[in-house]
Structure formats: structure tokens, C-alpha cells
């Protein structure tokens, strides 16, 4: 007689995507329909825990809590975001490894998840997370560290208990990948695209040969560069205030944006010295932007037919970006539309990579709920090693900004699969997956914002 099914079922589910600028990230309780977002600035300070709770304490009641966000494994206490950057001095940290920063700012973002929907001091969550292609290989090492940690760390609300119940690495792009593939559908396996992921910290560039995902490349040229070498011509201004004033003011260099870090009060010496940043901004621009294309040149294989542009610095040099590779077929952050309630921030297409793998990611978990008194021979466990093809088969169709449902085309699914088969394009840029689950839905309207 057949046993019911058992089915792991995580209280929440949350995509991150770790920034230069700033932590991006979409999360949602598994039987609410309504997704949430969050942002936190990227700064990761030491501090004792005493202190941090003489800031956190007073102002539980009265601030959001990702503005007073901390986190201690054993005695290493560390603010992160907000409290980090405004009462610590903390500065943004881009010289170490992304991923032993995030697992801080995971943690915090665990614990601000928490307060927000109100999961309690223990929860399950299944995680996913973007790292660059030349920290791909960490991930695994990430994840372990993460789930030690998480099993007990202490925040401003007291000690936590986070059991990871699934987890999924992707190099960066994955998410405009999946939603780009999915459009593509059967024609995925005849091009050759790459995708250009270019952000504050990192460029780097996955390419799909017909099908076939190689591991990408990564460099150094993210949007920092420009910063550098603004503040080389100018009087070293603070790195985050800069960049973002530079990356809002756009093509037209609106001074309002540069009187706010100016540091003359004298109106005549104030508009001398917004002069002299715009004229650096100027050059320091075109001198990144070939500093930028030189390396994506040298990277784009001979063959390309399309490439795909994504990340806010890509959107800032998108004119000379679309006409420096004019010989190429274009397409710009898969062409996603971000909800206007999940993007209160005004991020825009820097949240695209992070809102793709979100829905796709959401809709794995679909219908768990009712699938946990399944008639079944054997019970299910918690954890699949190594997911057979019968369990990856089920995909989920992708569609942003368009009103052509696509289906019955080939999407690849976001799982690992260690089988010795032939890995699908997706599969590539994934990191460990812990578990399986088996749905498919057509989830037009979520990247359309419609729900």
C-alpha cells in the first residue's frame, strides 16, 4: 500500500544578489502570493556586540531593520548595511573575495526577513544567490559555511536557528540567462550568445555556444574603475556618495546630484568645483569605456550572434555600449520589467539579473503545499544527492515585457545534475542545488509585474 508522500516545504524562499553598491533581495513566505524586496547597503563593519546593541536596542520599535542590522557567529559581531556604514565607518569592501563578505550580509538579511515576516527565531528558507564566475567554484565552500552559521548566530532580537532548506549558486547574468534562454527557446541551441553582466565591482561574460554554457570570465572593470579614476582627477571623494551621483546624473550630467558631495560652501568656489568634477567625470568616462570594451572584445568569441547586456553599469554606458557592438544583435536585461511595488528604491535594471532567477526560482516551489499527501511507494527525503533526469524534465516557461506566451519550448531547468550526461545551458551556470523539486507553470504575468 502506498505511503504518503513527505515533502520539505520551507517557510520562505529568497533570492540575493551581493552588489558593490548595495545587497538586492526578493523574498516571499511560501503561502503568501505577495513577493517582497529589500535593499541594504553593502558595507560590513567589526564591532562588539555590546556596542552594536547600545545603537540596535533603543530603535527596534522605530526603524526598519535593515537599518540597524547585525550579526555575531560565536564572538565575530559585525554591523552590516546601514548601521555599518553610518555609525562605523564601514567601507564598502571590494579588494576580498565576494563571498566571505556575504556571508555576513546573508545572515543580516535572514534576520531582517525574519522581522518582516514575522517567521519567528527559527524558520526554514531556501536560498538562491549570484556569485562572479571567478568565485563560482567557492560556492559550494559558501554555502557550508552559510548553513554552520546559520544554525546559530545572534542579531538584535536574540540568538537564531536558520535551517537552509535548499540552496542555488549562479554566476552572475544567470538570471537575465534563464529568462533570455527561455524566449529563445529551441533557437537557444543554434546561437552563440554571450552575456555581458557588467556592475559596480565585477564585468564578466558568460557565453552559450549552441546550447553549450562554458564557465565565464571575470574582471576587475566594473563601475568602480570610473570612481577610481574620477577621484584620481578630483579630491578623492567618498566612493559610494560619487558613484551614485554619477551613475543618477546619467549622459546629461545634471549638477544637482554633484552639489550634494561638493565640499565648497562658497557658491562661486562650489560651482568651480562641480565644473571640474563634471569635465573628470567626462574623461574618465570615455577612458573606462575603453578600458571595458578592449577586455569584452579580447573575451567575445569570433562567432557571437547576440549579446546580452546586463547590470546598471551597462545601462549607464548603454549608448556607446549599443554602438561600439552595433554588428551584433542586441538585447538589453532580457528585457524585464521590474514591479513598480518591488522597486521602490528606483533601481531599475540593476534588479533585473536578481527578479529573473526570483520567479523562476518561486515557481519550483508551486504547489508544494498540496503535493505533501501524494501517494507514493518509498518516502521522499529531505535531501536528493544527485537529482535523476526524470526529476530535472519539468521546466518553467520565462516571458518578460511581452504578451506572446511562449510553450511547448525546451527551457533548461536551474538544477546541477553530476550525472557524466550532457549538462543543459542552465544547469552551467548553476552552483550546488540541495534538492529537488519537480513543477511547471507559466509565469508570464510575474516577470510582467501583473501579480
Not at 522581522?115 to 528558507?125: C, R, V, W
Not at 516557461?397 to 536551474?414: F, G, H, Q, R
Request: net charge neutral; charged share 20%.
Amino acid at each position: 500500500m502506498a505511503r504518503p508522500k513527505k515533502v520539505t516545504v520551507p517557510d520562505a524562499i529568497a533570492v540575493m544578489d551581493f552588489g558593490g553598491l548595495s545587497t538586492r533581495i526578493f523574498y516571499q513566505k511560501l503561502h503568501k502570493s505577495q513577493p517582497n524586496s529589500l535593499i541594504m547597503e553593502s558595507q560590513v563593519g567589526p564591532v562588539s556586540q555590546d556596542t552594536a546593541n547600545a545603537y540596535t536596542l533603543p530603535n527596534l520599535n522605530s526603524t526598519a531593520p535593515e537599518n540597524i542590522a547585525w550579526v555575531a557567529i560565536n564572538n565575530d559581531c559585525r554591523a552590516v548595511g546601514y548601521l555599518a556604514a553610518s555609525q562605523f565607518n564601514a567601507h564598502i569592501g571590494l579588494n576580498g573575495l565576494k563571498y566571505s563578505s556575504a556571508l555576513y550580509k546573508a545572515l543580516a538579511a535572514l534576520w531582517v526577513i525574519s522581522q518582516k515576516l514575522n517567521l519567528g527565531h527559527q524558520f526554514s528558507i531556501a536560498i538562491a544567490v549570484f556569485l562572479p564566475p571567478g568565485e563560482f567554484n567557492d560556492s559550494k565552500q559558501f554555502f557550508e559555511l552559510l548553513s554552520r552559521a546559520a544554525a546559530s548566530f545572534e542579531t538584535p532580537t536574540g540568538r537564531f536557528s536558520v535551517k537552509l532548506d535548499k540552496t542555488q549558486a549562479l554566476q552572475e547574468g544567470g538570471g537575465i540567462s534563464i529568462v533570455h534562454n527561455s524566449k529563445l527557446g529551441a533557437a537557444f541551441k543554434t546561437r552563440v550568445t554571450a552575456f555581458a553582466m557588467v556592475g559596480f565591482r565585477n564585468a564578466s561574460l558568460v557565453v552559450a555556444a549552441r546550447g553549450a554554457v562554458g564557465k565565464g570570465k571575470t574582471s576587475d572593470l566594473g563601475m568602480v574603475r570610473m570612481v577610481e579614476l574620477v577621484q584620481e582627477r578630483t579630491s578623492n571623494y567618498d566612493v559610494a556618495r560619487l558613484a551614485e551621483a554619477i551613475a543618477i546624473s546619467g549622459e546629461r550630467y545634471n549638477r544637482p546630484y554633484f552639489y550634494r558631495i561638493a565640499r565648497n560652501r562658497d557658491e562661486a568656489a562650489r560651482e568651480r568645483e562641480v565644473d571640474e568634477l563634471i569635465a573628470a567625470i567626462k574623461q574618465s568616462r570615455s577612458d573606462y569605456l575603453k578600458m571595458l570594451t578592449h577586455w569584452l572584445d579580447e573575451v567575445l568569441p569570433p562567432d557571437t550572434d547576440e549579446i546580452v547586456f546586463c547590470g546598471g553599469t551597462a545601462e549607464y554606458l548603454k549608448s556607446e555600449l549599443r554602438s561600439h557592438y552595433s554588428r551584433y544583435a542586441q538585447s538589453w536585461h532580457a528585457g524585464i520589467s521590474i514591479p513598480p511595488e518591488l522597486d521602490p528604491n528606483g533601481l531599475g535594471h540593476r534588479l533585473a539579473d536578481a527578479y529573473g532567477l526570483f520567479t523562476y526560482f518561486k515557481s519550483q516551489f508551486q504547489g508544494l503545499r498540496h503535493k505533501a499527501t501524494e501517494p507514493t511507494e518509498v518516502d521522499s527525503t529531505e535531501e536528493s544527492a544527485e537529482p535523476s533526469n526524470a526529476l530535472i524534465e519539468s521546466s518553467t516557461e520565462l516571458v518578460a515585457e511581452s504578451n506572446t506566451k511562449i510553450t511547448d519550448k525546451e527551457i533548461p531547468p536551474v538544477a546541477v545534475v553530476s550525472t557524466g550526461t550532457e549538462l543543459d545551458a542552465v544547469s552551467l551556470l548553476s552552483g550546488p542545488y540541495r534538492g529537488v523539486v519537480k513543477k511547471k507553470e507559466d509565469i508570464e504575468s510575474c516577470l510582467n509585474g501583473s501579480r
